[in-house]
């Protein structure tokens, strides 16, 4: 069983940064890509960040392209979203998922959270003006 614990969340000025940690614990056969997701109230969960367990490769969505980092820290077993230039529309609940995902396109299907088995329990990221 995988299990995905979140820290870092909080409130930050706007164009300010946080930095969320997932730390995973265990082991399954049936995840090759880590990555966090976003929610907001009535609003689908959105894909933001994703990795793939060995760390090689990382996909972001357009509207974090340049501000946003995903990295995997092996030693820590743990992966990192490092956010930059927060702003209003980033404010949200973000959850570290893990799954399988092998269906083409991988740009566009490593998004899609009805593909992620394992979740965190989420921690809030607040934006304020």
């Known amino acids: 069983q995988l299990q995905l614990e979140e820290s870092g969340g909080g409130s930050v000025e706007s164009g300010g940064s946080l930095t969320l940690v997932c730390k995973v614990s265990?082991?399954?056969?049936?995840?090759?890509?880590l990555g966090w997701f976003r929610q907001t109230p009535g609003q689908e969960r959105e894909g933001v960040a994703i990795v793939t367990f060995g760390g090689a490769h990382q996909y972001y969505a357009d509207s974090v392209k340049g501000r946003f980092i995903i990295s995997r820290d092996k030693d820590n077993n743990s992966v990192i979203l490092q956010m930059n230039n927060l702003n209003s529309e980033d404010a949200a609940w973000y959850y570290c998922?893990?799954?399988?995902?092998?269906?083409?396109?991988?740009?566009?299907?490593?998004?899609?959270?009805?593909?992620?088995?394992?979740w965190g329990q989420g921690t809030q990221v607040t934006v304020s003006l």
């Open positions: 265990g082991y399954v056969a049936d995840a090759n890509f």
């Open positions: 998922a893990a799954g399988l995902v092998v269906e083409a396109p991988i740009k566009r299907t490593v998004f899609e959270h009805t593909r992620y088995r394992y």
